[in-house]
């Protein structure tokens, strides 16, 4: 039976069904928190209290799942009361036992409501977390403090520190919740389950007092075993440490007060730059998706995928179609390539296997799907070929001929070229609006940014469908227009060329490596070198000598290496030395003498740098490149240069991407360092016409992210 109380304004509703107030939030898409829910879960929480016809109170989601967390449309706005941690606190002192039932999105502010709750059930779809840390920011109303005290500091401090997400049966585990259900349906799920609680007479039991943080020698042991780690990884961002302390207090502090730091560190957390950074990083990732062309086109279907070229980047991105659940036609010029590339493929499938994170069965399931051959013609029914061949004009073509010839009407043709001409490409087949680039980064399984590259007769289906594609691999995809290294190469180019100056003007490699991971990188521009393998670079360089201006500076010290054969970690040295196969670098007191020689042959006399100066230098250089990117129509917006920034080159996330950085600093003072720099080197230093303008209007980067 059910009774109808006076129904709240949506997007809260409530009715009783059986003795139970049956809340339901329907604030689509995803639920989120705005004032107007908070508004309404605190009247349905009045509402049960004042009839006594109700027995039990019963939280919901409508759609596609429970809440997703706050409503980022209030980001940056003034707090509207009620505030969440008002609510919480209401719906965990609530006299009658409240239930919530979970399914889909149960996040962030979400989860701190169902925490609230007395009793939680989650269905199979349910994913739980408190991912606030990924934004700068530590759960702020209660989840600090309900969390460890439900499941214990070491699982809550893991939960809050990753920011990850978990299904309903390690939920379950955990403790956060405390039954699961296979109904499809979480308003009968819910009500099933608050009918057998009132059944067996269950009351309140608010998780305020909970028992997980009882054994206090294991909670402290967890807390600083956290601290120690959060010290160490996450080197540099303000809101984990935060985090760590507010676990601290629930360990030591009575529930109220450990609620108070909670507040006051959130507040810290909400006036740092890292927030805004941070936040600026998620709304930027989610922008970059959205690309004209997949406005005004749909998508080809993509059923079975080519891949030409059996390398370690051909290989890695075969794997990341295979994860994806698409079959992989591998082409290769010969058995003895194929068979190396097949072995590539399978090698990244047996080291998840030897970890535990695959079972042998599951390889071969995925194996299952790739097939390899040395024919071109295995690509006729394909839906997409991606070209990774040698980075060779040349050799470029001569695959591109071939797949022209073979290919079906209507396939995509991609070249994941990571700086040649893919109008060239195009224009030498019969098909230019089906050709696109698709610059993967390596390795191709793991790195997140795909470069979409548009050539001047790509078509919008072409594009709707790499962007598609993207999706399907999980990919951050940036659209890129040509040119020589489209939008990360092409930057990244000159800023290695700036700390090559500085390398040769009295910096060591090693101290600009140390002052670019001070300021957040994982790794500094010759640990990457060497990463990467020199003679890439090298041979770059020597494709680009034909062409380069002749005033212009160049630095040999590279070059120098390379005529060693010293490439870097594969060959045991580069800029650093690799003993016995380490991974980690040792300084070379041989490469040093190389540097101080070709200084004397360039005649430079060394000066010390210190790490601001190098920083600022850095970071000029990368502005201004990204500046004539974003100025010549290659990235569309200042935040896709971010965005390929953070997701392919290791820019730290937290300080949001070199063009949103460059706000943080003002654009006024990067372009006073440019031309002051200029006065030593004009050519290499030349403004990008739209940093003197924007500075000219007193604008930033960020008014060209907008859109109507």
Not at 203 to 227: H, Y
Not at 621 to 632: D, I, L, P, R
Request: charged fraction near 25%; hydrophobic fraction near 45%.
């Amino acid at each position: 039976m059910t009774d109808a109380l006076p129904s709240s304004p949506s997007p809260v509703n409530y009715r009783i069904a059986d003795g139970v107030l049956v809340v339901t939030v329907d604030n689509p898409p995803v639920n989120a928190l705005s004032a107007a829910v908070r508004r309404g879960l605190l009247a349905a929480i009045e509402a049960a209290e004042a009839d006594a016809s109700v027995r039990a109170l019963l939280l919901v989601g409508r759609g596609r799942g429970f809440i997703a967390g706050a409503d980022i449309r209030e980001f940056g706005q003034a707090p509207q009361p009620p505030a969440l941690p008002e609510v919480c606190r209401r719906l965990e002192g609530c006299a009658k036992p409240v239930i919530a039932a979970l399914h889909g999105a149960a996040l962030g502010g979400g989860l701190e409501v169902a925490l609230s709750a007395h009793y939680r059930i989650a269905l199979p779809d349910a994913r739980l977390g408190l991912p606030e840390v990924l934004l700068g920011l530590l759960p702020g109303a209660g989840g600090t403090q309900r969390t460890p005290r439900l499941i214990g500091a070491k699982a809550a401090l893991d939960l809050m520190l990753s920011g990850r997400h978990v299904g309903a049966k390690e939920a379950l585990a955990l403790g956060l919740a405390d039954q699961l259900s296979e109904a499809g349906d979480a308003t009968q799920a819910g009500l099933g389950y608050a009918r057998e609680l009132l059944a067996r007479g269950a009351l309140p039991r608010p998780t305020r007092d909970a028992s997980g943080l009882q054994d206090r020698a294991a909670s402290q042991a967890a807390i600083d075993a956290a601290r120690a780690e959060t010290a160490k990884k996450a080197r540099g961002l303000f809101s984990p440490l935060k985090i760590v302390d507010a676990v601290q207090a629930a360990l030591d502090q009575p529930f109220d007060d450990g609620l108070a730091l909670e507040r006051a560190a959130f507040t810290e957390c909400l006036a740092s730059p890292q927030r805004a950074a941070l936040i600026h990083a998620f709304f930027a990732e989610r922008e970059v998706a959205k690309a004209p062309e997949t406005r005004s086109a749909k998508p080809r279907p993509l059923a079975h995928v080519g891949i030409v070229g059996g390398g370690t980047m051909g290989a890695g991105i075969a794997v990341s179609v295979l994860d994806a659940g698409l079959p992989v036609t591998m082409v290769e010029r010969d058995e003895a390539a194929l068979a190396r590339g097949r072995a590539n493929v399978e090698k990244v499938y047996d080291g998840l296997v030897a970890k535990g994170r695959l079972s042998a069965e599951a390889k071969a399931a995925v194996m299952a799907r790739f097939d390899g051959s040395t024919r071109y013609d295995a690509l006729a029914e394909v839906d997409l070929v991606i070209e990774a061949v040698f980075e060779d004009m040349d050799v470029k073509l001569a695959v591109f001929a071939e797949l022209d010839r073979v290919c079906k009407p209507g396939a995509l043709l991609a070249t994941n070229t990571s700086y040649l001409d893919i109008d060239r490409i195009a224009a030498a087949t019969s098909r230019p609006a089906d050709v696109i680039g698709l610059h993967f980064f390596s390795p191709a399984n793991i790195m997140k940014l795909l470069e979409i590259v548009v050539s001047a007769t790509t078509g919008a289906e072409a594009v709707a469908t790499a962007f598609a594609l993207a999706r399907q691999l999980k990919k951050v995809p940036v659209r890129a227009g040509v040119c020589d290294g489209f939008i990360g190469n092409r930057v990244l180019a000159v800023y290695r060329a700036a700390a090559d100056h500085m390398m040769e003007d009295g910096a060591s490699p090693y101290q600009i490596d140390q002052a670019l991971r001070d300021f957040g990188y994982p790794m500094g521009p010759f640990q990457v070198a060497d990463l990467a393998g020199g003679d890439i670079g090298w041979a770059t360089r020597k494709r680009r000598a034909a062409t380069r201006d002749p005033k212009a500076r160049y630095v040999q010290i590279a070059d120098r290496l390379c005529e060693r054969g010293w490439f870097g970690q594969k060959t045991g040295r580069g800029f650093y030395r690799y003993p016995e196969g380490a991974r980690t670098g040792q300084p070379d007191p041989e490469v040093l003498a190389i540097v101080e020689a070709e200084r004397a042959r360039a005649g430079v006399t060394p000066r010390p740098f210190s790490d601001a100066e190098i920083v600022r230098r850095y970071m000029a250089a990368m502005v201004n490149e990204g500046a004539n990117v974003v100025h010549e129509g290659i990235a569309l917006r200042p935040l896709d240069v971010d965005v390929a920034f953070l997701s392919g080159y290791g820019f730290p996330r937290y300080r949001g991407g070199p063009m949103h950085y460059a706000d943080t600093v003002g654009l006024a003072t990067v372009l006073a360092d440019i031309e002051a720099f200029a006065k030593e080197d004009p050519i290499f230093w030349q403004p990008s016409p739209l940093l003197v303008e924007l500075v000219a209007r007193g604008a930033d980067f960020a008014s060209l992210n907008k859109t109507e």
